[in-house]
């Protein structure tokens, strides 16, 4: 038992984990199912008990109209039973008036009434003993009818003043055409010459009148209705009646019998409702039968309904719970892709405030958290840039007193040795060195500011190592009134002199070229120094020294490569070119700005 928990506890959580990878478990999804599952199993349950109350409805319907068809037709049967009452008491008055039958007057009435009733085959009058008194139409008896032993005469003798009706059956008393009548026989005693007489009235009928009677009420395609007699269960009249002498179809009769309501019974294998009703006054019982299979039809109707109104009504709810799914999740997608690009570092997105309150609260959330997240960033990066400002200060605070103490022994040796021109020059290039280094406090200058700072830079630093090297500048007319970030290119031609030229044995050459690529401006340095391995000049941009000890090390280079971009953008900075032995090449690319008249500066791209 503990094993089987266990492994249901498992496969339970193997499907949990299913549906949370899947976008089974999204919040659409969730919401579109339960919704539809919900409403489906609501109306499932409805159906099913609406079902069953129209089947019920349906069957007590088809029963009750069985029983109203049935009432209808026993009503008729009495109706014509009684006019037919009627009739032979009209026949027996036009008779049997004054105790005489003969005369031209009664066969008249007698042929008029034949004339106008179809359904009256013959009117017979007989004395007790058999013999015929007269007959319309007028014929012989045949030898062989036997009419006293026949049921109807037998009744009329028996019970006399009682209209009694016979079963069906072939009329034989005459010759001619052999026809099925049930025949309406009453005994009655006449006054003739001053004596009573018993004489027998037959009127026999055909089923013409009884067939239209049953052939006009509809129980279904294949229902209909049959009459049996109470007191002997024979049947009177049935619409197949020749198929039921010829034993080829056959009734329930004994339970007709017994029943006086409803009950079901199955013949050849098929169900069938049976609705028995007596007939008044004659002894007659009406059976309607009608076939479930087609009372079922109603049932399979409303199946069928059913199941249309199930699957239109599931398709509605589908599409209106995937609507109302969609536009309560549509935020959420709408913050989740808002997200994403915060998570690739997109700060400047914004939520609308919109959708349910909940929503609209964690979209207010949001927009404070990224409106916060970018605050900070902001304070960081300018933070960064302060702290970069504050480290290129502290860098030429420690190179300035290194490189005067350096300048002004280089002036002192001159001085000993009476070198005065060249102590001019060296002073008076150290002199403008620090005006332009200073200028006023500015970040940006001139190209040709910059330049200038580079040449003074490069004329003490020729003196400073006695002519080790020479250089030239060079830069476009076009280019000189474009802006620059300040002392961009010292440190790279003290790079240059320090791990290039120094330790160079032949003559080294610096040159600086100033040019426009496009929209970009380009200061390409160039010195033919001992140059780098590719290892060196990759761990350059790094912060990674050139060498292993010694002054200038070469972070001022990552410095300046790190400032233009932070002034500039990711798209500009510092490329390297070196081989060892040949020389090195650097690049320094910013974009092309020059000077305003008010003082500030533009893109001149």
Known sequence: MRTLAGWMGQLWLRLRFRLRSSKVSSI??????????????????????????????????????????????????????????????????????????????????????????????????????????????????????????????????????????????????????????????????????????QVILLVDINFKQMDELS??????????????????????????QQLMYMGLKSENIEQALVATGSYEDEADGQKRLNTVKSVANIGWKIVGVAYLDEIMTTRQEVNGYLVRVLLVVLILVILVSMLLSSSLTRPIRRMERKMKAVERGDFNVELPIQGPLEVERLSRRFNLMVYKIRTLMNEIIHEQEQKRRLELEALQAQINPHFLYNTLNSVVRMVGMSRNEEVITMITSLSRLFRISLSQGKTIITVREELEHAHHYLTIQQMRFKRKFRFSLNADEDTLDCLTLKLVLQPLIENAIVHGIEYHTDEGCIEIRVYRESDQLVFRITDNGVGMTEEQVAGLLQGSPIVKSGAGSGVAVRNVHDRIQLYYGEGCGLEFESELEEGTTVWIRIPVQCEREDGDFYDKR
Not at 44 to 49: D, E, G, R, S
């Open 215 to 240: 052939r006009r009420v509809s129980l279904g395609q294949r229902g209909y209705v049959y009459i049996i007699d109470e007191s002997a269960g024979n049947i009177v009249y049935h619409p197949q």
């Open 28 to 197: 659409r999804s969730i919401i579109t199912w339960s919704f539809s599952i919900f409403i489906v199993l609501v109306l499932t349950i409805m159906a099913l008990l609406l079902h069953d109350k129209f089947t019920q409805a349906a069957e007590r319907s088809a029963e009750l109209t069985t029983r109203q068809i049935v009432d209808q037709v026993s009503y008729n049967l009495e109706d014509y039973v009684r006019s037919m009452s009627h009739l032979y008491r009209a026949i027996e008055e036009h008779m049997l008036r004054d105790g005489t039958w003969e005369g031209e007057q009664v066969d008249k009435q007698l042929d008029t009434l034949l004339s106008s009733r179809e359904d009256i085959i013959s009117i017979t009058l007989l004395d007790s003993k058999g013999e015929l008194l007269k007959n319309r139409p007028s014929a012989e008896l045949k030898s062989s009818a036997h009419v006293t032993q026949q049921g109807w005469f037998q009744s009329a003798l028996r019970v006399p003043d009682h209209l009694s009706f016979s079963l069906p059956h072939i009329q034989n008393m005459y010759s001619g055409p052999y026809k099925w009548v049930v025949s309406m026989s009453k005994g009655i005693t006449v006054r003739q010459n001053g004596q009573d007489r």
